[in-house]
């Protein structure tokens, strides 16, 4: 499978934005993917974005993808204390097969 | 619409003892996956099936892990003899067979061997 990097933390105040960033090396990379992960919970995807798109916005979340750096982001708007959580960046390759990053937590102080 | 369904929650067992998790995934989902999350990673696939058939198992230690889904629904995962570092959460997942579907994601059996 491919190599997929975050950060590993990330504190953010209450209604500030946050900024996660992942990184990838498969250049034939088809789509690209947000989970996030509760305590106790499995993985709820986010969003998605196809490889061919830059930029996804759905709500208070906006994807970037810079298909030359291979990086990719994810910023959470006006962040909330429900959004504290893990969030995984995921990479499928042409047979659509799944390579997650380590998770980035993520802890929103008031 | 249920989710997937995932039971134990949690296990503790020894080491070199056997233990199985099990799986219902979501109503008409026809793929179906279990991953391996080892505490500070991200999940690792395991195995996949499509139906009944298994599609992909290259990261499947086969020496010691098993996995079944017989009748194309439910699935069990065993690992037999269980070593330390077997120690992780076991996610289930199911999605649509067309490859570019949503996965979704059983809340995990929570293993610990000692």
């Known amino acids: 499978g491919e190599d997929v990097e975050q950060s590993l933390f990330l504190s953010v105040r209450e209604g500030d934005s946050s900024v996660i960033n992942c990184t990838y090396t498969?250049?034939?990379?088809?789509?690209l993917y947000w989970y996030k992960q509760e305590p106790g919970a499995g993985l709820q995807l986010l969003t998605y974005?196809?490889?061919?798109?830059d930029m996804k916005q759905d709500q208070r979340l906006t994807v970037l993808l810079n298909k030359k750096d291979k990086h990719l982001s994810l910023r959470i708007a006006d962040t909330q204390t429900g959004d504290s959580a893990i969030y995984f960046c995921a990479v499928a390759s042409n047979d659509y097969k799944l390579s997650f990053g380590a998770g980035t937590t993520v802890t929103v102080r008031a | 619409e249920a989710g997937v369904a995932q039971s134990p929650r949690y296990k503790i067992i020894e080491k070199r003892q056997s233990v199985a998790f099990w799986c219902n995934p979501i109503?008409?989902?026809?793929?179906l996956y279990w991953y391996q999350q080892i505490l500070g990673q991200g999940p690792k696939l395991l195995i996949q099936?499509?139906?009944?058939?298994?599609?992909?198992d290259s990261q499947l230690p086969k020496d010691r892990f098993s996995a079944e889904r017989l009748k194309g629904v439910d699935s069990t995962l065993k690992i037999q003899p269980a070593k330390l570092e077997d120690s992780a959460v076991y996610l289930c997942?199911?999605?649509?067979?067309?490859?570019?579907?949503?996965?979704?994601f059983g809340p995990g059996t929570r293993l610990t061997v000692l």
């Open positions: 109503s008409g989902h026809a793929t």
């Open positions: 099936f499509q139906n009944n058939g298994v599609v992909d």
């Open positions: 997942a199911s999605s649509l067979p067309t490859g570019v579907d949503e996965q979704f």
């Open positions: 498969d250049s034939s990379s088809t789509y």
């Open positions: 974005i196809f490889s061919n798109m």
